[in-house]
């Protein structure tokens, strides 16, 4: 049985977002406790019925957390959670997906833009108070997007916002989703990931916008990297784990490809010793992508919104995972 609201209680545990303070300000009268640790977490776990969090969660929580019935991940992706133990303790859990879908589709428009505008190479300039030449060779000269080719491998609410970005740009976007009848949206054309292959050669961007399943666990791997045009992106703002990641380092330290912007990396934070940090052509930035001032009111108004349907006894959740 789901607790009732005057016996429930929420643990939020984030390391920096101000998830319970903006909960208190709907005056819900709901209990609720913060932790930012990962100490405090285990510590705490078991005086909770409803927990919300992201990477803060180890599946070592499931026999801690002796009350626990309903988890509300903080983020799109629950690839960190074991299925398969919260089905067997009945523990429910469901998705943040879409809280970041305009921050995290802005962020690979912004991450396109950046490496066809060079931005990156004019910030590492700046601080060098460098003041680039113009340049002949055609290869290197900044470029626009007009005419570019876009695959998007993801085609779910941060891949299909990308495409609309992208259509603004008049490019022409190749969309890539498990069941293609869910839509193309503002893509010129939708496939399976059956036939990326048959596309890679076609790229001039290639995004990655999905989560990480079995499926597209190193969806670009050496074999993708080599059928991309020597001129092309890869743009990640998926998962690490959806590149293999030493074929990437490869192809960019042979010039296969053209360069990278990642926004995830297999591990994170990306260790110092990765060569990934000293390449020219790659642009990092640090699982910033899904960031934004919205972000704890988007996410509790899909905690309150599974809330009540728990309260209701419903049995679909919104965003359900298990
Ligand atoms: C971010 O990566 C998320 O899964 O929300």
């Known amino acids: 049985m789901f607790p009732p609201k005057n016996a429930l209680t929420i643990c939020f545990a984030h390391v920096a977002y101000q998830m319970k303070a903006t909960f208190d300000a709907l005056d819900t009268g709901i209990h609720s406790f913060e ?20 990477g803060m969660w180890h599946n070592g929580l499931i026999p801690l957390g002796t009350k626990l019935s309903f988890i509300q991940s903080i983020g799109s992706g629950t690839d960190q959670f074991d299925k398969v133990q919260l089905a067997a303790r009945q523990i429910r859990l469901a998705s943040a997906a879409g809280v970041n879908a305009r921050a995290v589709s802005e962020h690979a428009m912004s991450l396109i833009l950046a490496l066809a505008r060079r931005l990156p190479e004019g910030r590492d300039n700046q601080a ?8 002949s060779d055609l290869a290197q000269r900044e470029d626009e997007l007009t005419g570019k080719t876009l695959l998007i491998i993801g085609l779910g609410r941060i891949g299909g916002r990308l495409a609309q970005l992208a259509k603004a740009f008049d490019m022409n976007v190749i969309g890539f989703r498990r069941d293609p009848a869910g839509g193309q949206g503002a893509a010129d054309s939708v496939h399976t990931l059956a036939d990326l292959h048959q596309f890679l050669p076609q790229a001039d961007f290639v995004a990655l916008t999905c989560p990480l399943t079995p499926e597209t666990r190193e969806v670009i791997n ?9 001129s092309s992106y890869l743009v990640n703002v998926g998962r690490g784990g959806c590149v293999a990641e030493q074929a990437l380092i490869e192809a960019l330290a042979q010039e296969r490809i053209a360069g990278a912007a990642l926004d995830c990396t297999v591990d994170e934070p990306l ?37 009540n349907r728990l309260w209701r006894g419903e049995t679909t959740l919104f965003n359900q995972v298990v």
């Open 222 to 230: 050496a074999r993708a990297l080599a059928a991309m045009p020597r």
């Open 128 to 135: 060098r108070r460098v003041w680039r030449g113009m340049i």
């Open 271 to 307: 260790p110092t010793e990765s060569p990934l940090w000293g390449m020219p052509h790659v642009f990092i930035t640090p699982h910033t992508g899904g960031e934004t001032r919205k972000y704890e009111g988007n996410v509790i108004e899909i905690l309150l919104e599974n809330l």
């Open 35 to 54: 932790v930012r640790d990962r100490e405090t977490f285990d510590r705490r776990a078991p005086e909770a019925d409803v927990i919300v969090v992201s």
